[in-house]
């Protein structure tokens, strides 16, 4: 029992602190690829000493310290071709540190901690995980990784592929880094804003896996999601001026705290105005709109991602479907597509106008979207327009629409819910 709960704290430890001893590590080495493969040696290490001889007192500075001496040898074996050796032994030797490493307290692996370095050391991480020279599955698996903490497995897991495509990608985006010559920093604030969009859409990427899963057998990747909100969380701090991050975070939280209604006793969805609204996570609703009134507060006007936000607070504060401001949403939805246009976003504006004007007035904006190829192999816009069909009284049209939205739906309870569509039409 004592190995068991002790390999259950280096798990735990690992999850929460994994981000801050990659980011030190990395600070330390000058080398973000040698940095992950430190902290992952030091993890393996703590596998087997943790159950043995105890859980050190400081369980993150036991990480962190394995890891430098990691790093020792490492540049010990290339000291032929490396001078940096040198200069680390020396400074160790002399019981200082080498210039720009956490300096370690006496006794059973302690390190202090610089908790301002620390948010740059994770801020780094993030944007170096993000950086846009990696493709974007390369970004979210490295994010989910060194970030997030979490195994090739369990993200193999949470998407769908062999852990072997997981590993690939991660070894692929290490290479790329080094080929690029990424270094372990925050952009300078010049380049910031650019680069945290790529950082912004990564974790909004995970968050809307985790919240509607492309494909398998549950609509809810709960531990996905929870990982995104939790990312989300850590870069709102990190950069507590910037208003999209705030955004982010308010649309993450504004969706999410809907998940306890979404599905019901077997896991089948339930639609928004089927939802019991009772059962909505009124801390994660509070949570959301604090993070929006930031945003807001800043000043600059709200970005993509606050307007998404302010369209999930519309409903989070209605009492009911019909009860809903409508012409608001449809409103939001107009100044999203002029700032980030997409299909999707002028789909969901279509849906909007059905509740506010009738299906007759949003049928027009769908077949538009159809006549142009929109949405190609998805089966989001068949079942808006099998929707709108079915409202209209046209059901051997609407028939039609949703068959094809259940041919193309990957996810077994989506289809589940079309199918129930079509065999209640006439």
């Not at 493969?37 to 943790?50: F, G, I, K, R, S």
């Not at 930031?294 to 709200?302: M, S, T």
């Not at 009492?319 to 949403?329: C, G, L, N, Q, V």
Request: neutral net charge; charged residues 25%; contains cysteine.
């Amino acid at each position: 029992m004592a190995g068991r709960s002790a390999r259950e704290t280096v798990a735990a430890v690992w999850r929460i602190e994994s981000a801050r001893i990659v980011g030190g590590l990395a600070r330390y080495t000058g080398d973000f690829a040698l940095a992950e493969d430190l902290a992952q040696e030091a993890l393996a290490e703590a596998l087997v000493t943790w159950p043995r001889d105890g859980v050190p007192r400081n369980p993150a500075g036991w990480l962190l310290t394995v890891g430098r001496r990691r790093a020792i040898d490492a540049f010990r074996r290339r000291s032929a071709r490396d001078e940096r050796y040198a200069a680390l032994a020396r400074g160790l030797g002399e019981g200082g540190a080498a210039p720009g490493a956490v300096p370690a307290a006496a006794g059973d692996g302690d390190v202090l901690w610089d908790p301002d370095r620390i948010d740059d050391d994770v801020l780094a991480l993030m944007f170096i995980s993000c950086h846009p020279v990696l493709a974007r599955e390369a970004r979210v698996a490295l994010t989910l990784r060194v970030v997030g903490g979490l195994t090739s497995d369990e993200i193999a897991s949470a998407f769908l592929v062999p852990t072997a495509t997981v590993q690939a990608r991660i070894t692929r985006a290490k290479k790329t880094l080094g080929a690029a010559r990424v270094p372990f920093e925050a952009p300078p604030a010049a380049e910031r804003a650019e680069r945290l969009g790529s950082v912004l859409s990564v974790i909004y990427l995970i968050f809307t896996e985790g919240s509607s899963a492309s494909s398998g057998d549950v609509l809810i990747r709960r531990d996905l999601a929870g990982e995104a909100q939790r990312l989300a969380r850590v870069l709102s701090r990190l950069v507590p001026d910037e208003p999209e991050a705030h955004g982010l975070l308010a649309l993450l939280e504004l969706t999410a705290a809907r998940f306890p209604a979404r599905t019901g006793p077997d896991g089948e969805p339930v639609l928004l105005e089927d939802q019991d609204r009772t059962r909505w996570d009124r801390s994660a609703i509070g949570r959301g709109r604090a993070a929006l009134a930031r945003a807001e507060k800043a000043g600059r006007g709200l970005g993509a991602y606050g307007l998404q936000a302010a369209i999930a607070e519309c409903h989070a504060v209605a009492p009911s479907a019909a009860e809903t401001d409508w012409d608001r949403i449809v409103v939001l939805y107009e100044a999203l597509g002029r700032l980030a246009p997409s299909p999707v976003v002028d789909l969901n504006r279509a849906v909007a106008v059905s509740m506010a004007r009738g299906p007759a007035a949003a049928l027009p904006v769908v077949d538009a979207l159809a006549a142009a190829g929109a949405l190609a192999g998805s089966h989001l816009l068949p079942t808006v327009r099998g929707e709108l069909l079915t409202r209209l009284g046209r059901p051997a049209e609407a028939r039609a629409e949703l068959e094809r939205a259940a041919g193309l739906c990957r996810n077994e309870r989506e289809r589940t819910v079309l199918e129930r569509k079509i065999a209640a039409l006439p």
